[in-house]
C-alpha cells in the first residue's frame, strides 16, 4: 500500500492538489495530510509605552501533536522541558494546523484520511511527519506569488524537495 504524505494549508489550492493526489493514487492508498502551523507567534510585550513603540516576543514553538494522540502528547522520543507541563502548554495553533488539515480533506472527500497538525519551519516539518508516517511521497501545491512575497518568505516547496529524500511531487 502506497503512503501519500500531503502537505496542506487553509488556501483553495489545497483542496484541488488533495484531489489530484487522490486521482493519482487511487482507493487503495493510505493518506495522511499535514498542515504546519506558524512556528513562531508574535506578542507585543515590555514597557511599550516607555519607548513609544512596541517591540516582538518570540514564543518558543509548542511541538507536533497528531489528531490520534491526545493533543499536548510529546511525540518521537521528545522529553518536555521546562518547567512547564503538557497540560500548561498553549495547543491552540496545534489544534488550528490539525482543524485546516481536517477541513481539506472534508473539501477533497478524501476518505480515512489520517490527520497531522505539526508546529515548526514547514519544510522541516513536512519531512520529519512523511520519515514519522513512512510516507512513499509527498505532494505539496505550487502557489502563484509576486516577487515580493518571494523575497520576503521563502517557498516550502522549494524547500521541500531540496531537502527531501523521498519523491515530492508538486502540483498546479
Known sequence: ???VLIAVDDSESSIKTARTAYALFGETANYILVNVADQTPLMWGGDALVWGIGYPIVMAPTGP????QP???VTGGEQASGDASAAEVDNAPIEAAIQVARDVAGGAAIPNAQIVGEVGDPATAIINAAHHHQADVIV???HDRSWFSKLLAPSVGGAVVREADI??????
Open 71 to 73: 493533543v499536548g502528547a
Open 167 to 172: 519523491p515530492v511531487l508538486i502540483t498546479q
Open 65 to 68: 501533536a497528531a489528531v490520534d
Open 140 to 142: 505539496i501545491g505550487s
Open 1 to 3: 500500500m502506497t503512503h
